[in-house]
């Protein structure tokens, strides 16, 4: 599945941010902790390469605890880049964010240092800046893309914050990243449908966390397959049709949903180690792709010699 969400507000927001970035001194990015990878723009990457960044792991109770320790001790490998893992609905981590802000750039005389907080949406990153800030100044929801454009958040402590919109990008290379950020809900759900995101995530809770499955539906044995899964959590949820057939849209929809608010139990959807597997097949379909892309371009300026050729004759 190919799933393209690109809304104009992005592009323009992705113009703003690189116009801002020569102002910034930091870069806080904001990610979610089941999915690190997915959930990281490689445009923002690809923007702060010589900024300090810290790599803010959002949603720590929704995700499985030891592979998010496997995200943390990979982003702290890299150059310039510290981490942290936080639950922002029952904790405030503003006292720890910013004592890392100063660590990583001190604060100069007579100068705000300006801290750039940016990720995708639905990461929680205008829960973040309303903590920082102590008070409502980001809106809020659990629909991905709320904040539309850059705002100025000035702390009163020699930082001031730059919120910036939740942006995605052109084109996801990764066929698992669209499935996962759909999953997680960083995708509007009018952009796919929740069948095709609910068997994605059936089949990776079949295989990772049976014993959750297990527990959250009173299992003494696991289905087969993820339309077994799907149809079994249709009957206990009573999504029945004429002629007691399992109505699997609604199925669908309540298993991602509770999925989501992390009723199944804790996970992780990718590993540092998976990632680097996926990629290493990216690159190998992007190099065909390449290739097959050269092929049509020699057989279309091939066709147009000869078709000039004739028209001469």
């Not at 089941?34 to 490689?42: A, K, M, W």
């Not at 009163?156 to 066929?175: A, E, V």
């Not at 996962?180 to 995530?201: C, H, M, P, Q, W």
């Not at 597997?277 to 020699?298: F, G, N, P, S, Y």
């Amino acid at each position: 599945m190919a799933i393209q969400w690109y809304p104009g507000h992005m592009h323009k927001a992705s113009k703003e941010m690189t116009e801002a970035l020569p102002q910034v001194n930091l870069v806080v990015e904001v990610l979610d902790a089941r999915i690190p990878f997915s959930s990281s723009n490689p445009f923002i990457q690809t923007l702060c390469t010589h900024k300090p960044r810290i790599k803010v792991l959002t949603k720590l109770d929704l995700a499985d605890p030891i592979i998010t320790k496997q995200w943390q001790e990979y982003f702290e490998s890299q150059n310039n880049t510290k981490s942290l893992a936080l639950d922002l609905i029952n904790t405030d981590p503003s006292g720890q964010i910013i004592d890392l802000i100063n660590k990583l750039y001190p604060q100069q005389p007579e100068r705000n240092t300006l801290a750039m907080v940016t990720g995708i949406p639905n990461v929680g990153k205008s829960t973040l800046i309303n903590c920082l800030a102590g008070k409502h100044i980001a809106n809020t929801g659990d629909e991905p893309a709320i904040t539309k454009g850059q705002q100025r958040i000035n702390l009163r402590n020699g930082i001031m914050l730059l919120d910036t919109p939740g942006i995605l990008w052109p084109k996801i290379d990764n066929p698992n990243s669209s499935y996962r950020l759909a999953t997680t809900g960083a995708i509007k759900n009018t952009a796919t449908s929740y069948e095709d995101v609910a068997f994605f995530a059936a089949e990776f809770c079949l295989k990772e966390y049976p014993q959750h499955l297990k527990q959250r539906f009173s299992l003494s044995q696991l289905p087969e397959t993820e339309i077994e899964l799907l149809e079994i959590v249709g009957r206990q949820r009573g999504c029945l049709r004429g002629g007691n057939r399992i109505d699997l849209e609604r199925a669908s929809t309540i298993f991602v949903n509770e999925l989501r608010d992390g009723k199944l139990g804790p996970m992780s959807f990718e590993t540092p180690e998976v990632i680097d597997q996926e990629m290493i097949q990216v690159e190998i379909l992007k190099k065909e792709k390449a290739v097959l892309d050269e092929l049509r371009l020699e057989q279309k300026a091939a066709r147009k010699r000869k078709a000039k050729a004739n028209r001469k004759k």
